[in-house]
Every structure is written in structure tokens, then in C-alpha cells.
């Protein structure tokens, strides 16, 4: 081993290597990016973090950098989860639920434990935490955090950002603060601390206050439902209070390791409704849309004709009979979770009228077993996602895009334009009800043409999104995927904000270095030659 790897082992309980094996194991995450760790840390407890932080400043005060970055399950498709200094691996160790209260509905847990590990737990109780990922049997929570993640039921449950109530973080230098709500007097005193957490409020409170103006203007600039790029400055400081908490969410380990979470939870109906409406066209989509979502469905997801006619070309067989109209051109998946089984059933007639107003097709589903096959039909992109398509596969790189729910349709029939003129397939899927699209074009990343083809497209994609007032990315934040792109999103006055506020709270670039502010020649000097989801296969990759 090296002797930064045996100087960490000596005075850390976890186990550290720096294993060629191991590390390239972690030069993958869900992206299409490749960047091999030096040494990869599996963390026992936050002291490990801690004294693994106060390393690394410590060397960087003396001219070396060594980079941390923060790894969960690795299904993040922005190349956030990867870095080429210490890799700090989550899952391992620091992945217990180390509080649940039943009668106060919340629960503290470590980062590394996954969603399918909390809502098991959660549902012996009654109880579930709603934004959970596609990716949820092997998304961790903390992942969760850095990237603000929504889900299926975020349409009326929202995103993680409204559960957390308070987070322990370890910052660059090794300090350990604890996050939530903080009062006048409270702020006055973290304002007057000699530590380095003392200087990160003074630093950050005067940002905020010189350039209030900029950020209101910038606020209003995203109409989209959902935005995880740059930071959120939006909601640190208000006329009540001052909360660092909004700022961790979103910040994909570039502000602060989280090691503990506290978020709130709710009453879990495990007796829902479903239905599948199919329309004809785009056109009918923009009309009843708005009319379905007055319903208050806990889910209202999509897929449209290309997805179906892919599947059916890759596995005929996969989805035989389960459609009552496959030629439709897009599918909703809509559910409602109404405390009342008569309550659920009254809204299924409704949204039933609204199917035959607009010469849709529906689909009932009450039972477990029904709405299971509805949810395979769902479910049938993962045959994208895992089977090649000639030499080509799915990659995710202009995906996760996130429009104002007005422009949904505008933005599907753009985006197709966009596909079809590139010779590309449009399959498109996502959180209808949120203005939410997924898009992965089916590429083999080993041809140069086909890796033009991929910048060229991304580019005409988020120059759409901008037009549309929307953002690149909804929930898995900008990464190094994005961050090339952002003026597609923010002004460069509000960009500069973001680098002053990375700068204040990791003034030597310890933390995930790249993820905020790489340059298209970044990304594709680490971009693979071919890509795969390997490390995900024993779960069946989601999106």
C-alpha cells in the first residue's frame, strides 16, 4: 500500500486499501464516465470521516491536494459518485437507522443505508419516507440528500428536501457541525465562533446579504417543478431564520460529508388504485393533463410509444396482451393512495370520464396483483436500460430534465424532433404529473460519431430546456455530466455565487473537486468507451 493508504489504516478503524482490483471496481458509477479512486476508505463512524477530513486538510495546507469524495450505492448518472483521490464508501459500515419514533414520525439514519432498507423498516410501522428513487433497492439515502431526490410519489409527497429536518456533517477541515433552523440569537452566536464553522456563517451571511437582489431574480428564472443544479441559495435565509440544512441537499458532497440525517415521515396507505390511460397523441396529453392532476394522484408517470415499440423489438414476448392499446402514443401510470378505498374508487370514475373525453383508453387496477402488471409495463424500460440495441445501449447523459408542467408536451415534441433528426429513437419516460423526462439515446460510446452525436444532441436538448424556462437536471443534480451546461440554467453572475460559495466552505478543493465546475473537455477526457450498469445487475438498474 501506499503510505498515505497505511498512514489512514494505522489510525482508522475502517478498512482502507488501495487494491487495483477494488478501485476499479469504484471507477464506475451509473454515468458514462470513468475516474479511478487512489485509495478507497470504507468508514466505521464519523470519527473516521472526520479524521480522514483533517488529514486531507492538512496536506492541502502544505501544497498537496487529495480529494474526498462520498459514495453510496453509485447510481448517480451525473459522475458525482466518482474521484480520483479517497474514496469514501458508505454502505459498508455507516448504514444503520439508529432512531425511529413511531409517535413523532421521524427517523435518524446513516448515509450509507439504503431506501429499500429504510422503507422496510418504516412500513412495519405504518410509515414511509415518499421521495424515494427509482433506484430505491440500492440508492442510499445519502445519495438521496446530496442530490435532492424526487420519485414516483413526489407528485404529492415532494421532494427529500421537505423530510430533512437536521444533518451532522463533517467539513473539510474535520470540524463536525449539526444543521436545522437557526434563530437571530442563535445565528449571532455561530457569527462570533473563532472556528472554521464560525467563518463559513460570517462568510455565507454576507454573500447572501450583498447579493439578495440577484438571487430573488434568479429564483424566478427555473418555472420547473424541480431544480438540482448549482446550490440552493434560495432558501438559506429568510426573515425567520437561517438554515445551512437546504444548502447540504442538493450539494453532492462539495460543501460537506453528511454522516447522519434526521428526517421527518408519514402514514403509509399500502392499499392504493390504479389505472393506465392511453391517449392517442401529444395533443390529447396537453388537454387532459392538467385535468387528471386536479384528481390529486399520488403518481402520474409516463411512457410513450418508442419506449413500448423498443421493448417489443428487443423482448416481443415481455409485454404480451398487457396492453389494451400498444399503438397509443403515450401511457399514464396513475395512482391514488386516498386514506378511503370508496374515496380512491369515486376518482378512478372520474378519471375515467376524462379518458373517454379525450378518446383515451383505461385500465383499472385494484387488486396487488393487477396493479403489478400495470407497474410492469412500467417497469418494462429497465429492458432499455440492461439489453444492447445492435452495438448500441441506453446512455444517460442529456436525462433527468425537468419542465414546467405546461410545457411537458412542447418539450417531448421538440425533444423528438431532436432525436429523429440525429437518427436516434425518442424514448421518453418519466414523472408526467412534475414535468419530468428521462431520455437515454441508444449509442455505442466506442464509435467517434456516436460520441459526437451525444454532445450534439445534449446541447440542442438543454438549449430547449432553457427555452422553456426549465432545468437540466430535476434530481440528480448537475455533477460533472452537467456542469459545462449550467449557463443553460443560471446567469453567469449567479454561477459566480455558486464557485464563491464552494470556495467558502472548502477554500483548498478537498471536497468532490470537478462535480460543480468542470469543462466540456473534462468530461469526455474521462468518458468510457463503452458503457455498462454491471455493478447494478443484481438489482435490475431503475429509472
Known amino acids: ?24 471496481h469504484f471507477a464506475h458509477d451509473a454515468s458514462i464516465l470513468r475516474l479511478a479512486p487512489a485509495i478507497v476508505v470504507y468508514p466505521r463512524n464519523e470519527a473516521d470521516v472526520r479524521k480522514t477530513a483533517s488529514f486531507t486538510w492538512q496536506l492541502a495546507q502544505r501544497g498537496r491536494t487529495m480529494p474526498i469524495t ?116 442563535e445565528l449571532n452566536k455561530k457569527l462570533g465562533l473563532s472556528s472554521f464553522e464560525g467563518e463559513i456563517y460570517r462568510s455565507l451571511d454576507a454573500l447572501l446579504e450583498e447579493n439578495s437582489e440577484l438571487i430573488a431574480n434568479e429564483k424566478q428564472r427555473v418555472k420547473a ?42 402514514p403509509h396507505n399500502p392499499l392504493t388504485s390504479m389505472a393506465l390511460i392511453s391517449l392517442g397523441g401529444l395533443s390529447d396529453l396537453q388537454e387532459a393533463l392538467p385535468k387528471i392532476l386536479e384528481l390529486k394522484p399520488s403518481i402520474c408517470d409516463f411512457v ?130 412534475d414535468g419530468v423526462v428521462k431520455m437515454q439515446p441508444m449509442l455505442d460510446l466506442g464509435q467517434v460519431g456516436d460520441r459526437q452525436k451525444l454532445f450534439k444532441v445534449s446541447e440542442l436538448i438543454f438549449q430547449t430546456v432553457k427555452e422553456l424556462d426549465g432545468s437540466l437536471s430535476a434530481a440528480v443534480g448537475d455533477g460533472r455530466i452537467r456542469a459545462p451546461y449550467v449557463a443553460a440554467t443560471y446567469s453567469q453572475e449567479f454561477f459566480d455565487l455558486v464557485l464563491k460559495v464552494k470556495r467558502i466552505f472548502d477554500p483548498h478543493g478537498i471536497l468532490n473537486p470537478g462535480v460543480k465546475t468542470a469543462s466540456l473537455d473534462d468530461v469526455k477526457a474521462i468518458m468510457r468507451g463503452e458503457y455498462d450498469l454491471a455493478h447494478h445487475h443484481e438489482h435490475l438498474p431503475r429509472s
Open 70 to 185: 462520498a459514495r453510496g450505492g453509485g447510481s448517480n448518472t451525473s459522475g458525482s459518485a466518482l474521484g480520483n483521490g479517497i474514496l469514501l464508501i458508505f454502505t459498508a459500515h455507516m448504514n444503520k437507522i439508529l432512531v425511529l419514533d413511531a409517535k413523532k414520525e421521524f427517523i435518524t439514519v446513516e448515509p450509507g443505508a439504503t431506501y429499500d432498507k429504510i422503507e422496510q423498516t418504516l412500513f412495519t410501522h405504518g410509515l414511509f419516507l415518499p421521495p424515494y428513487p427509482a433506484s430505491q433497492h440500492y440508492a442510499t439515502i445519502g445519495g438521496g440528500i446530496a442530490t435532492n431526490a424526487i420519485g414516483e410519489k413526489s407528485i404529492k409527497y415532494g421532494p427529500v428536501k421537505r423530510y430533512v429536518d437536521q444533518l451532522r456533517v463533517v467539513l473539510a477541515n474535520g470540524e463536525i457541525i449539526e444543521t436545522g433552523p437557526l434563530t437571530k440569537k
Open 304 to 433: 410513450n410509444s418508442s419506449v413500448i415499440d423498443l421493448v417489443l423489438q428487443i423482448n416481443p414476448n415481455q409485454l404480451n396482451g398487457m396492453l389494451d392499446n400498444p399503438k397509443a402514443s403515450i401511457h399514464l401510470f396513475i395512482e391514488f393512495d386516498f386514506p378511503k378505498v370508496s374515496d380512491q374508487k369515486k376518482t378512478l370514475r372520474r378519471l375515467k370520464k376524462i379518458a373517454e373525453k379525450y378518446n383515451g383508453s383505461i385500465q383499472e387496477a385494484h387488486s396487488p396483483h393487477d396493479i403489478e402488471k400495470l407497474w410492469k409495463i412500467r417497469h418494462s424500460v429497465t429492458t432499455l436500460l440492461t439489453q444492447p440495441h445492435g452495438q448500441s445501449k441506453a446512455v444517460p447523459f442529456a436525462e433527468d430534465i425537468a419542465v414546467p408542467v405546461d410545457r411537458l408536451v412542447d418539450f417531448l415534441q421538440r425533444a423528438s424532433k431532436i432525436y429523429k433528426d440525429n437518427d436516434l429513437i425518442p424514448a421518453a419516460w418519466g414523472h408526467a404529473g
Open 1 to 24: 500500500m501506499s503510505k498515505v493508504a497505511h498512514y489512514l489504516q494505522e489510525h482508522l478503524l475502517g478498512e482502507v486499501t488501495d487494491s487495483p482490483e477494488v478501485r476499479r
Open 225 to 266: 417543478v424541480y431544480n438540482a443544479v448549482g446550490y440552493n441559495l434560495f432558501e438559506v435565509k429568510n426573515k425567520k431564520d437561517f438554515n445551512l440544512t437546504p444548502l447540504f441537499i442538493g450539494s453532492q458532497g462539495t460543501l460537506g460529508i453528511i454522516t447522519e440525517a434526521t428526517l421527518g415521515v408519514v
